[in-house]
């Protein structure tokens, strides 16, 4: 039962000016382009391994492996500035290589949706070019614009904040809206890369074949930009950017992600081709789709082969399909291994794993109302720092107010999806959206900014709004989210405002506490999809 992992998929993004470092030991095409390397079947992963398939005498695991050596001439680079030094190192390259600096691009939209399509367009583009330099230059920019009442177009915003927006939206559409489409389970809460039943009567239309590519380069920008894609095995992911190497998921490795399949694996070499096998009746099943009596009377070389097969049927699936190498994540410190791993930390699982610098900037007046506001207000803020108030919000779960958040629920972003709002972590992701335009972690920067501010705080209300609109802001305590410096600005006179009001225990709204985090989660979804003068 022959099957293929997607054929079309391309690229986990390879540069074309790789091609041309003596080092990435890759043979350029006429067009400067990377070969493809093809995600072999068993046959051709052990001919890679230096071992003749119908001669096997090796081991699995039997030879330690090594990851590959950083190229000279990109530097090692860490998780910190992860995307900015592949955008330079392929800047660099493209300019070394071509003697100018690499063509960049912008994209303009009046939404966040329209940015989106527009992005998606370039990316077609460059899948049916084969060249990558440009969607990963250096020179990269994001702009949001209107138009104006004389019909021509007003620029809005643009920044890293506004990038991060859209990078988000399309992990989002590729590994969650649409990840049947091309994942499918396969080792415990992991998958692989979607089969199709091989046969003459299975098709690819142009329409399939360029949303494999799409996915291919969207599980490539995740992993540039430190965002983890979906439920793709980490394993799968060390195995394709080392090359298709079967060596690259040496014992520790799989040990360390899948103790159960390392000890099948170790049970199985530590037994001949002549004892009972009974005991891999569920692997067998599950991975390989036949019943052990099949595989009574195997020779040694026979044994020792369906290991590698028993590895590689459970981590990639019994499968043929595409994929490119990508070099430039031999620089990262750590190589390949961590490369992956540190794509996993940006999954936010908890309160501490949250990157925040919280910042009190406010009068010593304003500072004393606060604090008097707090005692006299009792439990729970009695005693407590801004920093202390501010963490409840994001460790509690659920609408505070149901009623009030119906009420406003139609103007939010058709991109939160609510059904997670009982999520544990739904505010923890929603505070890092609001802020920095991603659900997740960023190491590359400065920490979130959580700033507790004045009224006249210039960074929060600048004049140029108005008065009018100054006094209506403040009202209504909008909070001001700068995505590009991400940080979020909270006006403290209506913090103090809330803390102070007189509540009905038995009204939907019936302390102070719920008042508070009402507001919070509010201003943080409005944030979302929305960009303003403030």
């Not at 969607?135 to 990038?163: A, D, K, W, Y």
């Not at 809460?189 to 360029?210: R, V, Y």
């Not at 009792?378 to 801004?386: L, N, W």
């Amino acid at each position: 039962d022959t099957r293929i992992i997607a054929q079309e998929l391309v690229p986990v993004i390879t540069n074309s000016s790789l091609s041309q470092l003596p080092e990435a030991n890759i043979q350029p095409t006429t067009n400067n382009q990377m070969n493809m390397q093809i995600i072999p079947n068993m046959s051709s992963i052990v001919q890679r391994l230096g071992v003749d398939p119908a001669s096997i005498t090796g081991k699995l695991w039997e030879s330690p492996w090594s990851q590959p050596e950083a190229l000279d001439d990109i530097p090692t680079f860490y998780n910190i500035e992860r995307s900015k030094n592949i955008f330079d190192a392929v800047g660099w390259l493209h300019r070394n290589h071509y003697g100018f600096d690499c063509p960049g691009f912008q994209v303009k939209g009046s939404s966040e949706e329209e940015l989106v399509s527009n992005f998606k367009d370039i990316l077609r583009g460059a899948i049916h070019c084969r060249e990558w330099d440009t969607v990963l230059s250096p020179n990269r920019h994001f702009t949001q614009m209107r138009i104006g009442r004389n019909g021509e177009e007003e620029f809005v915003t643009s920044g890293p904040g506004v990038e991060q927006s859209i990078m988000n939206q399309l992990f989002e559409e590729y590994f969650v809206t649409r990840a049947s489409e091309f994942c499918t389970p396969l080792l415990d809460d992991f998958g692989t890369l979607t089969a199709l039943p091989q046969t003459e009567s299975t098709h690819l239309s142009e329409k399939k074949k360029e949303e494999l590519a799409m996915f291919g380069a969207v599980t490539a920008l995740a992993l540039i930009y430190g965002h983890y894609p979906g439920c793709l095995n980490p394993l799968l992911l060390i195995f394709l950017l080392n090359g298709n190497e079967l060596r690259s998921l040496h014992c520790q490795l799989v040990f360390q992600y899948f103790p159960s399949l390392g000890h099948t694996l170790d049970a199985w070499l530590h037994i001949g081709p002549c004892n009972d096998v009974q005991q891999f009746t569920s692997h067998f099943a599950s991975f390989h789709n036949i019943q052990v009596a099949a595989l009574n009377g195997r020779s040694l070389t026979g044994h020792r082969h369906l290991a590698f097969e028993m590895l590689y049927n459970a981590v990639v699936g019994p499968t043929n399909g595409t994929a490119d190498l990508f070099d430039i994540v031999w620089s990262f410190n750590g190589g390949v291994e961590n490369f992956v791993q540190s794509a996993e930390t940006s999954i936010i699982k908890g309160f501490e794993d949250l990157n925040l610098s919280f910042i009190v900037d406010l009068k010593a007046t304003t500072l004393w109302e606060l604090t008097n506001a707090c005692t006299n207000a009792g439990a729970p803020f009695e005693g407590k720092t801004f920093k202390e108030i501010f963490r409840d919000y994001p460790e509690d779960s659920g609408t505070p107010c149901p009623h009030l958040f119906e009420a406003i629920k139609d103007r939010l972003s058709r991109q939160i999806n609510l059904d997670e709002i009982t999520s544990s972590t739904f505010r923890m992701k929603l505070l890092c959206w609001s802020v920095s335009g991603a659900p997740r972690i960023m190491h590359e920067g400065d920490p979130l900014k959580i700033q507790l501010v004045e009224d006249d705080d210039p960074f929060y209300l600048p004049s140029r709004i108005g008065q009018e609109l100054q006094n209506a802001y403040l009202s209504s305590g909008t909070c001001a989210f700068k995505t590009c410096t991400r940080s979020i600005k909270i006006p403290a006179s209506f913090l103090i405002k809330l803390i102070r009001a007189s509540y009905d225990p038995y009204s939907e709204c019936k302390d102070a506490q719920m008042a508070v985090h009402h507001w919070l989660l509010v201003e943080m979804l409005d944030a979302i999809g929305s960009y303003t003068t403030v």
